[in-house]
């Protein structure tokens, strides 16, 4: 059975090989892991600063938080440490209140620039 030559699915690569089999795509197994690897890293790239954001916005309720299971700061405070109001994983409705939430912290607007914060973790 003839198999005509085709040219790698690595763009990177781009090579002609004859594939030993009908599905192959890749001219060698390296070849298909550069690749594989070469789109993980576009995808971990394009999703880094929101998830950079959204780690440091944990770590600073984390930080506020400590041991209680509920604190209300200033948003001047929370400005002061970094925190980016834009970024947010989730919201929580909690007795008819809504929370904007950045993993397992709920954070909640109360009165002219106080914000409520708390812990789901627990």
């Known amino acids: ?8 699915s690595n763009t990177l690569c781009n090579q002609k090989f004859t594939p030993k089999d009908a599905r192959q795509n890749y001219c ?9 690897n070469h789109k993980a890293k576009r995808k971990r790239d394009t999703l880094k600063p929101v998830t950079t954001a959204l780690q440091r916005n944990r770590g600073i309720l984390r930080k506020i ?4 299971g509920e604190s209300t700061v200033s ?5 002061g440490a970094g925190f980016n109001f834009k970024v947010q994983t989730h919201n ?6 809504l929370y904007h939430c950045v993993y397992d912290y709920g ?3 109360v009165g002219n620039e106080k914000y409520k914060i708390k812990n789901y973790g627990k």
Do not use: H, V
């Open 65 to 68: 938080q400590g041991s209680l």
């Open 92 to 97: 929580r409705m909690e007795e008819e209140q």
């Open 75 to 79: 948003a001047e405070y929370l400005r």
């Open 107 to 109: 954070i909640q607007k």
């Open 28 to 36: 060698n197994r390296k070849c298909q892991q550069d690749w594989n």
């Open 1 to 8: 059975m003839y198999i005509p030559e085709i040219t790698c």
